[in-house]
């Protein structure tokens, strides 16, 4: 039984090091993403804005003609242009958007990943130190024990930081994607019924 609890133990602590490093490259990861996200924002208040204003003004086919030109970087710009040269075919205009929807799928998935794994890895950074810990203050190593404790407590900020960026971004691209999906749809129904 001795055997068992060792080699846990030291598998549980030779995680240690890892947790940290993937920690960290999440963390990162959460900083890019913010500037994204900004950048995203800043954006979105230019272009659609005078996008919805624009759809009220104007019937649809005058709409699609008058679309800014697609720069990459606005992702509904982009595929009201496909939408615009692609064939008044419905099942094709289903097909564009279907693929908006896979996209817009893909980019939430990095702020789903950002809510699930930093603080899983915040935890595993907690627990792991704390069998140490204890140790420490068994034998009376209280600077062992403040040391393990640091990294405890540190892990655990750290993978809720990357959580809550995960967490507040997805909220607001999950708002994007269903103001987005209401333009294409209404553009892809109005095309549909006029053909």
Do not use: C
Not at 136 to 153: E, I, P, R
């Amino acid at each position: 039984m001795d055997l068992i609890t060792n080699v846990l133990y030291w598998l549980s602590n030779g995680m240690l090091v890892p947790d940290i490093i993937f920690l960290l490259f999440f963390f990162v990861k959460s900083l890019i993403m913010i500037g994204g996200f900004y950048g995203a924002y800043i954006t979105r208040t230019k272009v659609n804005v005078k996008l919805n204003r624009d759809l009220e003004k104007s019937d649809v086919e005058q709409f699609l003609r008058s679309l800014p030109e697609a720069d990459g970087k606005n992702r509904l710009i982009s595929q009201l242009h496909k939408i615009r040269n692609a064939p008044r075919d419905p099942a094709m205009l289903e097909k564009l958007l279907g693929d908006y929807e896979i996209l817009a799928d893909k980019e939430l998935g990095q702020s789903k990943l950002l809510v699930k794994i930093g603080p899983m890895l915040g935890l595993m950074g907690t627990l792991i130190p704390m069998g140490p810990a204890l140790t420490g203050l068994a034998t009376g190593d209280v600077a062992s024990m403040a040391s393990n404790m640091q990294v405890a407590f540190a892990t655990t900020v750290v993978g809720l930081i990357i959580g809550a960026v995960g967490f507040i971004t997805l909220q607001i691209k999950q708002r994007w994607v269903a103001d987005d999906m209401n333009i294409l749809e209404y553009v892809v129904e109005s095309l549909t019924n006029r053909h």
